[in-house]
């Protein structure tokens, strides 16, 4: 499967941007999906996922409340909504996909089988 991360930009904290991740090659409703992020000098970290259904959704303690994880399957794309963004925000944010189809979505990088290119949030004080 291929993902293709977009909807990245530059705003001012307290903004809102709704990132997607648009899979081809195969049907989303085949992987859990999860949303990381990497910061310059700092080493990737989580930030949501979601299971194959949406049913479950999982998130880090730092955007929890501000962050919402979506899909649609029928439209193979996953979304996520960032509401009142902060500077520490900033990073370039990675969509993955887990083929592990039937397992809970999971915090760690590791069982991630693809991963998109990336699309960089900018978040100025």
């Known amino acids: 499967v291929q993902l293709q991360a977009s909807g990245g930009g530059l705003v001012q904290a307290g903004d809102s941007l709704r990132l997607s991740c648009a899979a081809s090659?195969?049907?989303?409703?085949?992987?859990?999906m999860g949303w990381f992020r990497q910061a310059p000098g700092k080493e990737r970290e989580f930030v949501a996922a979601?299971?194959?259904?949406?049913?479950?959704?999982v998130y880090a303690d730092s955007v929890k409340g501000r962050f919402t994880i979506s899909r649609d399957n029928a439209k193979n794309t996953v979304y996520l909504q960032m509401n009142n963004l902060k500077p520490e925000d900033t990073a370039v944010y990675y969509c993955?996909?887990?083929?592990?189809?039937?397992?809970?979505?999971?915090?760690?990088?590791?069982?991630?089988?693809?991963w998109g290119q990336g699309t960089l949030v900018t978040v100025s004080s």
């Open positions: 090659g195969r049907t989303l409703s085949d992987f859990v």
């Open positions: 979601i299971s194959w259904s949406g049913r479950t959704t």
């Open positions: 993955a996909a887990d083929a592990n189809k039937y397992t809970r979505p999971t915090v760690y990088p590791g069982p991630y089988d693809y």
